[in-house]
C-alpha cells in the first residue's frame, strides 16, 4: 500500500507522519507472506434497521462507525429491510476515519459484492460484502461509505445514531478520501446496519437488546458513551474474556410486545440479533416503554414475552442476560399502578429464568427515593442515565456472566 507523503518541513511534521503510518496500519493489506490463523465471524458494531425518510437515489453516504472486536477480512452488512422497492449500491468503501467525513490518506479501499462493485438488494432484503484484506484494531473509528445508485420508497436504517455521520447530496464520492463532497451532517445511519471481521477462533460476541437507554439517549453524541460501548471497552481490556464483539440493537420508544417505534424485540429478535455473526449472549434491557403505555400490558403478559425472547434465544444456542428495568418516576407517564408493574417484571428478572442477571435498577436508583434515578446518574429526563450513569450500567455487568454452557 502506498503511504501518503508529507512535507518534512512543515511544523509538527514527526508527529503528523506518526500518526497516518499508525492510521494507515490499522486498514492495511497483509503482506503475501503472514500466516492466516483460524479464525471466527464476529460482528464488530451493529446497529438496528428501522424505517427513515424518503428513499433518495444518487447521493453517498459516510457512516462512521467505532469497533468493539478487532480482526480481518471487514465484512459489511447493508439493509433494505423496511423498503418497498429494489435498492442499488453502485459502490462503496472502507477505511480510517481520520476526523469529521474525512478519511485517514491510503486507507479508503473499495468493497464488492460477488466479486461486483455493485449490488441490489430487494425489498425485505439484505447483503454482505465480500471480505476486505487487511486488519482492523478494536476500539477505532471507521468510515463506510456507500453510493446508493437508485432507491425509492423508504429507505432502512438507524434513526438515533448519537454519531455524525455524513451525506455527499449528489453523485458518487465513496472513493474520496477528502470530506470536501459530504456538505450534509445527519444523525441517521442509512442502510448499514452490521459490520463483521474475522477474529482468532472461539471469539464471540454480545448484542445488547433495548430500547432508548440502550440506544443511547441523552448520552453525548459522538463520545461512545452509551453503555454498551462502555462494555466494549471493558471486554477490550480484559485478557480472561473471548468476548469482544459488541453490538448495541437498541431503538430507542421500542417495546418488548408492540409495534411503534422499530417493530418489537419479539419481531426484530431474528433479524438484529440471532443473525449477528459470533453471538453468544443476548443483553435484554427492554419493558419500560411497554410498562408507561397506555393502554399498558399487565406483568404477567409482559412476562411471556421475555420468556418467549429466552426460549428462542435458548433455541438458536444463544445465552440470556436479563437486565432488571431501571426506575423512572418524574418521567411524564409515570404512575403507582406501572410501578408496580416495574417491581413484578424485575422479580421475575431476578427469579432464575435468565441464564444471569445485571440489576441495572438497582445500580442506578436513588436509596432515599427508589422508583427514581440517583440524581448523579440522570439525564434530567428522570428516565435515561446521563454519561455517569451509562458508566456505572456496564461497570455493573460480570463479564463472568456472559458466559453460559450452551
Known amino acids: ?37 483460524a479464525t471466527t465471524s464476529v460482528v464488530t458494531w451493529g446497529a438496528s434497521a428501522d424505517r427513515l425518510d424518503a428513499a433518495v437515489a444518487g447521493r453517498s453516504h459516510r457512516i462512521v462507525v467505532h469497533t468493539s472486536a478487532g480482526g480481518s477480512a471487514l465484512r459489511i452488512r447493508l439493509s433494505n429491510a423496511f423498503g418497498e422497492q429494489p435498492v442499488t449500491f453502485g459502490r462503496a468503501y472502507a477505511g480510517v476515519r481520520a476526523s ?40 477505532s ?39 470536501t463532497s459530504y456538505t450534509q451532517q445527519t444523525g441517521f445511519r442509512y442502510y448499514l446496519d452490521a459490520v463483521v471481521v474475522d477474529a482468532p477462533r472461539g471469539t464471540g460476541a454480545v448484542v445488547a437488546l433495548g430500547d432508548s437507554i440502550t440506544d443511547g439517549a ?10 454498551p460501548d462502555f462494555l466494549a471497552g471493558r471486554l477490550a481490556a480484559d485478557p480472561g474474556t473471548t468476548l469482544k464483539g459488541v453490538a448495541n440493537e437498541g431503538i430507542s420508544g421500542n417495546k418488548v410486545l408492540s409495534d411503534g417505534a422499530g417493530v418489537s424485540a419479539l419481531k426484530r429478535l431474528d433479524r438484529d440479533v440471532l443473525s449477528q455473526r459470533g453471538l ?7 419493558g419500560v416503554n411497554d410498562i408507561k403505555a397506555n393502554p399498558a400490558p399487565t406483568a404477567a403478559q409482559l412476562i411471556d414475552g421475555y420468556r418467549q425472547i429466552i426460549d428462542r434465544s435458548h433455541a438458536a444456542g444463544v445465552c440470556v442476560v436479563g437486565a432488571t ?9 409515570w404512575n403507582a399502578g406501572g410501578e408496580a408493574v416495574r417491581q413484578q417484571v424485575n422479580s421475575f428478572i431476578r ?19 427508589p422508583a427514581k434515578i440517583l440524581p448523579a446518574y440522570d439525564s434530567g429526563d428522570h428516565l435515561h442515565p446521563n454519561d455517569a450513569g451509562m458508566k456505572v450500567m456496564a461497570d455493573a455487568i460480570d463479564l463472568r456472566s456472559l458466559r453460559c454452557d450452551r
Do not use: C
Not at 441490489?120 to 460484502?129: A, D, E, I, L, N
Not at 432507491?151 to 449528489?170: D, E, F, K, L
Not at 453468544?280 to 427492554?286: A, G, S
Open 1 to 37: 500500500m502506498n503511504r501518503p507523503v508529507l512535507p518534512l518541513r512543515a511544523p509538527g511534521a514527526i508527529a503528523v507522519i506518526t500518526l497516518a503510518l499508525a492510521l494507515a496500519t490499522v486498514f492495511a493489506a497483509p503482506t503475501a507472506t503472514a500466516a492466516r490463523p
Open 100 to 139: 469529521g467525513a474525512a478519511v485517514a490518506p491510503g486507507t479508503n479501499r473499495a468493497l464488492s459484492f460477488g466479486g461486483a462493485a455493485s449490488v441490489t438488494v430487494p425489498p425485505g432484503g439484505s447483503v454482505y460484502s465480500d471480505p476486505l484484506p487487511g486488519t482492523v484494531r478494536p476500539q
Open 141 to 179: 473509528d471507521l468510515a463506510i461509505s456507500v453510493y446508493v445508485q437508485n432507491a425509492a420508497g423508504t429507505a432502512t436504517g438507524h434513526r438515533m445514531g448519537h454519531q455524525t455521520s455524513y451525506i455527499a447530496p449528489a453523485g458518487d464520492h465513496t472513493a474520496e478520501e477528502a470530506a
Open 218 to 227: 441523552s448520552s453525548t453524541a459522538n463520545t461512545n458513551r452509551r453503555w
Open 280 to 286: 453468544r449472549t443476548v443483553i435484554l434491557l427492554e
Open 325 to 333: 428495568v431501571m426506575p423512572y418516576e418524574g418521567w411524564g407517564e
Open 351 to 369: 427469579g432464575g429464568a435468565f441464564d444471569a442477571v445485571v440489576d441495572f435498577d438497582a445500580v442506578v436508583k436513588d436509596p432515599a427515593a
